[in-house]
């Protein structure tokens, strides 16, 4: 299981809702941590981008950001950011995003599938430059259904859906078999900041 989709995973536990500026790769920094042991891995990725505010609905709270490859989305601000009425169209958004994922081989599992979800959220003093934060946490125990050896693939029965994860390292995919458990869990965070517009260059 050494360094696993955190797509394909984030499918299977039903978490996936990174946001259009977290895809971005370019003009992105970003930063990938993957630790790897017999039967257990994990995976941390990293990324801060900056966006800019294209438009502003005070009464909808709807925020609309334009990303560093020119991808626009809009966003619904949600209470937990405060101070809204200070965003101006302009402004430089700092959108941090921390996902990180572990993946844990239980041989011949006994435990039920199962998915438990933990959420918070924090947001910005009053008076405070407008911001906030949330975190989510998924925890899944998944069936090990089908093991390829062809294509090195294992195929996972979650609570709610089925996927395939391929195994890129030969010792960690020799010791997985049809009955064994995966016990996953997923955290993903994203901070939403607000820095002044910079100036432009003359």
């Known amino acids: 299981m050494k360094q696993p989709s955190l797509l394909v995973v984030a499918a299977l536990l039903g978490a996936l809702s990174m946001s259009t500026f977290a895809q971005q790769k370019a003009d992105a920094n970003t930063a990938t941590v993957t630790e790897s042991s017999p039967g257990k891995v994990a995976i941390a990725k990293a990324t801060k981008i900056t966006a800019t505010v294209e438009a502003i609905d ?3 709270r709807e925020v609309t950001l334009k990303g560093p490859k020119g991808n626009v989305a809009t966003m619904t601000a949600g209470p937990d950011v405060r101070n809204l009425d200070k965003i101006k169209v302009g402004d430089k958004v700092v959108v941090r995003y921390v996902e990180a994922l572990s993946l844990t081989l239980k041989k011949d599992g006994k435990e ?39 294509t090195q693939t294992v195929t996972l029965k979650g609570p709610n ?3 395939d994860l391929k195994v890129r390292d030969p010792a960690q995919f020799k010791l997985i078999k049809v009955g064994d458990q995966v016990e996953a869990v997923y955290q993903q965070a994203v901070a939403v900041g607000v820095e002044p517009a910079t100036p432009a260059k003359k």
């Open 58 to 60: 005070q009464q909808t």
């Open 161 to 163: 859906q089925t996927v």
């Open 112 to 150: 039920l599938r199962s998915r438990k979800d933990t959420e918070g959220a924090k947001r910005a003093a009053a008076g405070e430059q407008p911001g906030g934060a949330a975190a989510k946490v998924v925890e899944v125990t998944a069936d090990v259904v089908a093991v390829n050896a062809k």
